[in-house]
């Protein structure tokens, strides 16, 4: 569902008038981190090489995966680790 929690047009028309839009351009190789819960777009990709994304959730381990109530199954292990253990 990669529309999921998408905002509608009127909703971005709003938040870009209000807050203004801001582009992230880098050379090859180059890279940005930021909080998924900002809101973010990414245009598609025009070159002929590849473009990757790696997403990475810390989470507390008060705030632990339970069992989807909705969907059919669980996440597998490499996107919904069931492994709490505190990093310290």
């Known amino acids: 569902m990669q529309d999921a929690g998408t905002p509608s047009d009127e909703a971005l028309t ?4 209000e807050y203004g839009i801001k582009l992230f351009t880098g050379r090859a190789g180059s890279a940005t981190w930021f909080d998924c819960n900002c809101m973010h777009g990414s245009g598609d990709n025009i ?6 994304n790696v997403f990475i959730v810390f989470n507390s381990v008060e705030n ?13 292990e490499f996107i919904g680790a069931r492994d709490f253990t505190p990093v310290r």
Do not use: I, N, Y
């Not at 070159?47 to 990757?52: D, I, N």
């Open 14 to 17: 709003g938040m870009a008038s």
């Open 47 to 52: 070159t002929p090489f590849p473009r990757s």
């Open 64 to 76: 632990k995966a339970v069992e989807p109530f909705a969907a059919p199954v669980r996440r597998p």
